[in-house]
């Protein structure tokens, strides 16, 4: 899969972050933690209100991308390169969960970052990247070498600094649950990671 040639625009769709079939979606994909239904009729008088789609778990985002990652004719074409910024698709979407396709060259990284409060997980479907983020137990800061085949799942609280330390490209397939509304920046300072910005959906 590395020899695959990609092809360089004049100009990308975008810049910025993270498709799964619409039926990606499988039994046991639903997290524990939100409601679930108590099969029991509401009581009398007691308003009918919209169901709350719940989020996917970290392992069903896992596996999400990483079955994708295996179905290169599902995204090999898309994928474009852009020396200004990251270059990135989203491939699809729907009320509980979004997939998005980015590229990477050498050099390129997203800063540290939160995602809003939804959970994760990425892939890297070609070349290698770098992830630094700051250890929950001790507070040191963290690098992981993340070669092709890598998978890697978060929860709503997880911060990360990923970018291409690598001498080439590198292609990763990125899923969210629920889609992401907003991203918060930070900055790594001695005390630690402080915020300095807020992205919403409607920016990239
Ligand atoms: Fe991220």
New binding site residues.
């Given amino acids: 899969m590395a020899n695959i040639p990609i092809p360089i625009p004049t100009r990308h769709a975008r810049t910025a ?2 498709a799964s079939p619409p039926t990606a979606r499988r039994p046991g994909d639903r997290s524990p933690d939100r409601s679930a239904p108590t099969g029991l009729p509401p009581a009398a008088g007691t308003p009918v209100t919209p169901a709350v789609t719940p989020a996917l778990t970290p392992a069903a985002l896992r596996t999400l991308v990483s079955e994708l990652a295996e179905r290169p004719e599902e995204w090999i074409g898309k994928v474009r390169l852009s020396v200004g910024d990251r270059w990135y698709e989203r491939l699809s979407g729907g009320p509980d969960h979004e997939i998005w396709l980015i590229s990477w060259l050498p050099g390129q990284s ?1 800063g540290f ?3 809003g409060g939804s959970r ?1 997980a ?1 892939t890297v479907a070609l070349g290698e990247l770098e992830e630094l983020s700051l250890g929950e137990a001790d507070g040191e800061l963290h690098s992981r070498r993340l070669p092709a085949g890598t998978v890697r799942a978060f929860g709503p609280a ?1 911060l ?1 600094d ?1 970018r291409n330390t690598a001498g080439g490209p590198a292609v990763t397939i ?1 899923a969210y649950s629920p889609p992401l509304s907003a ?1 918060a920046r930070y900055e790594l300072r001695a005390s630690g990671l402080r915020r300095t910005a807020v992205e919403v959906a409607e920016q990239w």
């Fill in positions: 972050p993270p997203t970052h939160d995602h994760g990425f997880f990360h990923v990125h991203m």
